[in-house]
């Protein structure tokens, strides 16, 4: 199994909107009529903010159908299925040259997980302070992380629920 690396922290790119946009079209058809939209989220979703440059998609489908057919579709496309993140939240990873590029997001129409994303994605649109606040410590952790993308999650999670809540523990 090869092992797939996490991106450096790279300064904003102005072409990360047209690349969500080409991903967004180009998966789309895979949800037929359980599709409700698909956002760009996530920190390469916020002009300005330093990110990793990996294109974060929210997929808001009604229901999971034809999970089989979807799986199928992404896997064309270069994404493999990875664990859910609940029952209602299913994950696809794409990497090239062994480097994530792609990160999609399937979550059902009120799942909590959609309200949280946008809420804090749009926080960071409007707030310069509080985006410099997150790419400061994005940076930092990302200087000092000795134990891959789990130790980098773990330690920005405190500052997200700041900002939008924490998570439901249900």
């Known amino acids: 199994m090869a092992l797939t690396l996490t991106s450096k922290m ?42 990793k440059p990996e294109i974060d998609l929210l997929v808001e489908v009604h229901t999971h159908q034809d999970t089989h057919q979807v799986d199928n579709f992404m896997r064309s496309c270069g994404y493999i299925r990875g664990k859910d993140l609940t029952a209602e939240h299913h994950f696809y990873r794409k ?36 985006r410099r606040q997150y790419q400061d410590l994005k940076l930092n952790l990302e200087s000092e992380n000795t134990d891959g993308i789990r130790e980098y999650l773990a330690k920005k999670a405190p500052f997200i629920d700041a900002v939008v809540g924490p998570k439901p523990t249900s």
């Not at 998966?27 to 916020?46: D, M, P, Y």
């Not at 040259?97 to 792609?102: I, L, Q, S």
């Not at 009120?110 to 804090?120: E, K, N, T, V």
């Open 95 to 130: 990497d090239e040259n062994g480097v994530r590029t792609h990160k999609v997001h399937v979550c059902t129409t009120g799942h909590w997980q959609i309200a949280r994303m946008l809420r804090f994605r749009d926080r960071l649109r409007r707030d310069a302070d509080l």
């Open 10 to 51: 790279t300064a904003y790119d102005v072409e990360w909107p047209s690349m969500f946009i080409a991903e967004r079209d180009r998966i789309a058809i895979a949800f037929g009529a359980e599709l409700v939209a698909v956002h760009h989220v996530g920190s390469t979703a916020v002009p300005g903010l330093a990110a």
